[in-house]
């Protein structure tokens, strides 16, 4: 059943709840594609026993071991295109990639961040949201392009900033939006549904095939 779905690579640094949320929307049904590897480039990521504990592949691919950026990606490439993977999904990775990377995947990798893009890019974008006093941020997944948290946005949700935050209590609203947007934005890939058009993500409705089979004509 599952050999045809989209497979997904899960690039990881750390505690990894949104990894756990693919997971999960996985294991319910809402999301028709397989985690095919997970890859952390640091060795203690908790990501990577949520991993193995789903039977899910996970590697963990030293950067001290290469000469450079571009061969440490190299090689977290090839393990992905080894495994036919079709999707890689940033999720909390914490190394910026290169124009090399970027290329080799084009528009097959996206990210989550933390803040409604293109506000309060780069890091803690939870804190940024706070310091500068919005009443509204949120979370954004995107197509992932040379620079960094800028490619074509997919989805975003808006979460209020409230009276008593700080950065946690912030980071915990905006998170639980995360879980929500990121498995549905790989759904949406996964159907084929997304077109990229300059800087804007255009959703296709379902294709028909897929219409046809969830509602066969009725007989008579
Ligand atoms: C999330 O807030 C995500 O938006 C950002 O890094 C964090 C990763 O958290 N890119 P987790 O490892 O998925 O729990």
Not at 196 to 215: D, F, Y
Request: neutral net charge; glycine residues 8%.
């Amino acid at each position: 059943m599952g050999s045809n779905r989209l497979k997904l690579g899960v690039l990881v640094s750390g505690r990894g709840s949104n990894l756990q949320a693919i997971i999960d929307a996985i294991e319910r049904g809402d999301l028709e594609a397989i985690i095919a590897l997970v890859v952390s480039d640091k060795k203690e990521a908790f990501a990577l026993e949520r991993a193995r504990k789903h039977g899910i592949e996970a590697l963990f691919i030293d950067p001290k071991a290469y000469e450079s950026r571009e061969e440490h990606e190299r090689a977290v490439g090839d393990e992905l295109e080894k495994r036919g993977v079709g999707l890689i999904c940033l999720a909390g990775y914490m190394r910026i990639l290169s124009e090399y990377f970027v290329n080799r995947f084009r528009w097959r990798i996206i990210n989550i961040h933390p803040a409604l893009l293109p506000s309060f890019p780069g890091l803690h974008g939870q804190k940024q949201a706070l310091d500068y006093g919005v009443k509204i941020s949120g979370c954004t997944v995107h197509f992932v392009d040379e620079k960094t948290d800028h490619g074509p946005i997919i989805i975003q949700a808006a979460v209020p900033v409230l009276e008593g935050d700080d950065e946690d209590t912030l980071a915990a609203r905006i998170l639980e939006y995360e879980h929500k947007i990121y498995p549905r934005a790989i759904q949406l890939f996964a159907q084929g549904r997304l077109e990229i058009e300059g800087r804007r993500v255009k959703v296709k409705r379902a294709p028909i095939h897929t219409w046809a089979v969830a509602n066969p004509p009725l007989e008579g």
